[in-house]
């Protein structure tokens, strides 16, 4: 399990949840899940991308949370959600199976909520598309900074000519098994470079930085394989439900060919949003602009139930 070393202070720490729970998915894996906000609000459902955690989310639970019942949850292997014991414990089937876990143990019959996935999170929600689980409770989806295949051949994280040299090279360099390290300001310059616009305030690389440098080495290594062959073309074309895109012109992880692609496949698509200079860490980079399209989501899609009814969290384990 991961060291939690996220920032504890500032914008960027994550506020308590009023409750802590565990989801339990298909094959046993325990998911470590947190609701913020009142009973009875509209729902939103957060999954975090590769090599983060609930805490990359803390800006939209802060603001959301005020009116809104905010489910974020631990993907397996990150943050306090335990690691996979085996090879099979990584694959877009298993995060299909640990979202829908995650909205059994958080909504109740008939709620529906808006989701939003940030890179690897996106991909949780097209791999899961095609779920019933899934699309009963989708009232919408917001897909930020992601791709649904061809990650590393696309990917410009390494200042190359395309081809097979830079695909080779950057494979190699996405899946490392290198430890990270302490978060020193070399590591914030390099994760600077790779990940975020080059506009990003310290305190922003700062939170990132801490973020992904807790993610264990093996999780960080077991996913990557998953993201280097993955393959979802077919899972957004499931995705009938609203669904938003958005991007940053500076992602060099999942450059903007991503979202136009995505956006150009949606059976739905509500709109494709370019944020100029901003790179991989939307949610972070740019978290008014995430959470306002969130709110908007919401509001279109969601009929307030906060005034005619009120909508019990279905129960789950204790954590």
Known sequence: MSRLTHVVSGPYAPPAPARELTAVSADGARLHVETHGPDGAPAVVLAHGWTCSTAFWARQVRDLAADHRVVVYDQRGHGRSPAPTGPDGYSTRALADDLVAVLDATLAAGEKAVLAGHSMGG????????R???RARAAAVLLCSTGSSRLVAESLVLPLRAGALRTRLTRSVLGSRAP????????????RYGTMGPGSSPDKVEACARIVH???RAVRYGW???LDALELDGGVRELVMPTAVLAG????????VHARGIAAALPHC??????????????VEAPDAVGALIRELVST??????DTQDIPAKGAASA
Do not use: N, W
Not at 270 to 283: K, R, S
């Open 123 to 130: 991909m949780t929600l097209m791999a899961a598309a095609g």
């Open 132 to 134: 019933e689980g899934f």
């Open 180 to 191: 990270l390290g302490p978060v020193t300001p070399l590591a914030k310059r390099i994760l």
């Open 214 to 216: 807790a993610c264990p």
């Open 224 to 226: 990557s394989h998953v």
């Open 249 to 256: 012109t500076a992602d060099r992880l999942t450059p903007p």
């Open 270 to 283: 509500v709109g494709l949003t370019e944020l100029t200079g901003i790179g991989h860490m939307t949610p």
């Open 301 to 306: 899609y969601i009929q307030d139930t906060q």
